[in-house]
């Protein structure tokens, strides 16, 4: 039986540091990397490819968003189940994207397409993959500190990562019994493209990024360990935790006054 890793938004960011994580430390015979950059996602296999005994790595071109998107993934797994048996070992739901700007002035149609993305790919994802997980198989899916409070500025990149993170802490409740983790990520600031495809163009790096290498390694270590809400900076944990007496409407009021986020949406 073929043992698969699936890792979507694998190549940037911090997708394509869950690949190199997880290749160098998998019981998966196989990784499957699911993105739409088709050279991008080569560039990553190559990467793993140079060191010698890792798991075989597929590459995926495939735009996952929407109703679509989740069909596409659907058909890809019947097939592969044609040309041998698999059983999906670990799901990171990791593509998605943000945009920078109110939400007057940022274009409606990207707005939806977020949703369609962060929201019901990563939803029909693990549905898809339901019926291939197993006794001891895990899913990731990546939210963001952004989920624990409506934030001005962020306005549906902050629901959609609240829905992220309610819905994986839900599907942990029902999946225990099937002896399958789930775990949702939520990190601050991270280096990688967010910004620069969040603000299209006007910011090209994450203000006061993290390095994703230490984000995705203590991920990994505590979904191993069955942990359903990861942080990791302190500071992290402390904004997480001061969410919770900060009302709503007074976040994302101040946030919308004082954390303009530029965008060059037209
Ligand atoms: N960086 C941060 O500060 C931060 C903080 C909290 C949470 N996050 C979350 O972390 C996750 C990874 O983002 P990142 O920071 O690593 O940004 P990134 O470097 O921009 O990576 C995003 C990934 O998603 C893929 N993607 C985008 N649209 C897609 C689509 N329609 N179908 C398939 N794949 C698609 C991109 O690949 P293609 O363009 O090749 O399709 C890319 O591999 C996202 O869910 C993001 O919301 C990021």
New binding site residues.
């Given amino acids: 039986m073929r043992k698969i890793t699936i890792i979507?938004?694998?190549?940037?960011?911090?997708?394509?540091e869950f690949a190199r994580q997880i290749a160098n430390d998998t019981e998966s015979s196989e990784i499957w990397l699911?993105?739409?950059?088709k050279e991008?996602?080569d560039s990553v296999k190559e990467e793993i490819d140079k060191k010698a005994g890792l798991p075989q790595i597929k590459c995926v071109p495939?735009?996952?968003?929407g109703k679509e998107?989740v069909a596409l993934f659907k058909t890809f797994l019947a097939t592969e189940k044609i040309s041998g048996a698999f059983e999906i070992d670990l799901l990171v739901n990791?593509?998605?994207?943000?945009t920078y700007g109110e939400f007057a002035t940022t274009p409606l149609e990207k707005e939806l397409e977020m949703i369609d993305?962060?929201c019901t790919?990563l939803t029909g994802l693990c549905g898809a993959a339901l019926p291939y997980l197993h006794k001891n198989s895990s899913i990731i899916n990546?939210?963001?500190?952004?989920a624990f409070l409506p934030l001005g500025n962020f306005a549906v990149y902050a629901a959609t990562?609240a829905y992220v993170l309610s819905f994986s802490v839900a599907l942990a409740a029902e999946l225990k019994d099937k002896g399958i983790k789930v775990s949702a990520l939520c990190?601050?600031?991270?280096?990688?493209?967010?910004a620069n495809?969040a603000s299209n163009g006007a910011r090209k790096e994450?203000l006061h990024?993290k390095d994703?290498v230490a984000v995705v390694a203590h991920c990994l270590k505590k979904a191993k360990k069955g942990k359903r809400i990861i942080l990791w900076a302190k500071k992290w944990k402390f904004t997480a935790f001061m969410s919770r007496f900060i009302g709503r409407y007074l976040g994302a009021r101040y946030t919308y006054k004082y954390n303009k986020r530029p965008s060059e949406w037209s």
Avoid: H, I, Y
């Fill in positions: 979507t938004g694998a190549s940037s960011g911090m997708g394509a699911f993105a739409r950059n991008k996602l495939m735009n996952l968003s998107g990791n593509a998605g994207f943000g993305l962060n790919s990546v939210a963001s500190l952004a990562k990190p601050g600031s991270v280096s990688t493209d967010f495809v994450v990024g994703p």
